[in-house]
């Protein structure tokens, strides 16, 4: 059986309110799987933020985006996408090209080697970690956590 928040961070005192520990908790789990995530990609030189990154520009195929759309779909907030962008061009994992008829528009590709590399990074291991810590709950219990992350995603 699973372990209460409470006992995981051996707090001594049990929390107010179980909406208290299911925020903690959320924010917990979230670290705990970032954490994993980074020792995973870390054989390759990448971040979960970067690894995103080159996800998000796949599915953008040819067309590339520009540094905002990219930080509109990014799952964790960074808050300087053009240095992160900058950082990515630099490992020549990305490519960014200035719009002729507006200088200020640059829209990132993804560069050959970049989609190598995250073809490289999505292991088996790196499949296999999502999917066994989810075979534990059922559809219905998978489908209840979406929504109510949702909610609260939501919730001004």
Known sequence: MAKHLVEEIKQTKPFE????????????TASVLEHAT???LR???LTTTQYNV??????????????KEIGERMVS????????????????????ERDATDRRHITARLTLKGRRLLEE????????FGRDRMAR?????IEAVNEAL????ETP
């Open 17 to 28: 309110r179980p909406s208290d520990e299911a925020l903690l908790s959320i924010v917990r």
């Open 38 to 40: 980074n020792e995973l």
């Open 43 to 45: 054989p390759f030189g």
């Open 54 to 67: 080159l996800r998000i520009l796949r599915g953008a195929g040819a067309a590339g985006l520009c540094g």
């Open 77 to 96: 907030r960074v808050p300087d996408v053009s240095r992160l962008l900058d950082r990515m061009e630099s490992m020549e994992l990305i490519g960014k």
């Open 121 to 128: 990074a999505t292991t088996p291991e790196f499949i296999a």
């Open 137 to 141: 709950l059922s559809a219905r219990t």
């Open 150 to 153: 949702a909610v609260i995603r």
